[in-house]
């Protein structure tokens, strides 16, 4: 888990469940760990770097020393992704509140648009290792 940088999603949203799949086949350099807000991890993650889950139930990427959210998170992760994905970097020229808005306007309304699952996305048996919540114990 060292210097693993972990995402936590909306682990019943079809929209963000599709994101970390994506995330999964371009992270060619195994830089991501996953788990779900609604997960003990999840909880315990967001409680530790005081993210108060009412006012961000998207995606949020945390490391060893910081936590960031909406769209700051998100053009964070893309600069690790492999192919053009890092090209993404140029929006972080736009001021914060213009590309949360953004950001927002989108996780507002992914449930209407993408659909929601009954329970969080069960990760298959050789993606399981990459979700925190179903590592083994060492």
């Known amino acids: 888990m060292q210097n693993k940088k972990i ?6 949203c079809n929209l963000c469940n599709g994101a970390i799949t994506f995330i999964i086949q371009r992270d060619k350099n195994d830089v991501f760990r996953y788990a779900p807000l609604q997960s003990e991890v999840g909880k315990n993650l967001a409680a530790k770097h005081k ?10 990427l945390v490391t060893d020393q910081s936590a960031v959210a909406k ?13 053009g994905w890092p090209l993404l970097a140029v929006f972080f020229i736009l001021p914060t509140f213009l590309r949360n808005a953004v950001y927002d306007f989108i996780a507002r ?15 298959t048996p050789e993606l399981k290792s990459k979700f925190l919540d179903y590592e083994q114990p060492q």
Do not use: E
Request: glycine share 6%.
């Open 51 to 60: 993210i108060d889950l009412d006012k961000v139930d998207s995606i949020i």
């Open 7 to 12: 995402i936590l999603f909306d682990g019943v």
């Open 71 to 83: 769209s700051t998170a998100a053009l964070r992760i893309a600069k690790h992704l492999s192919g």
């Open 109 to 123: 309304n992914r449930y209407k648009w993408f659909g929601k699952k009954d329970a969080c996305m069960i990760p």
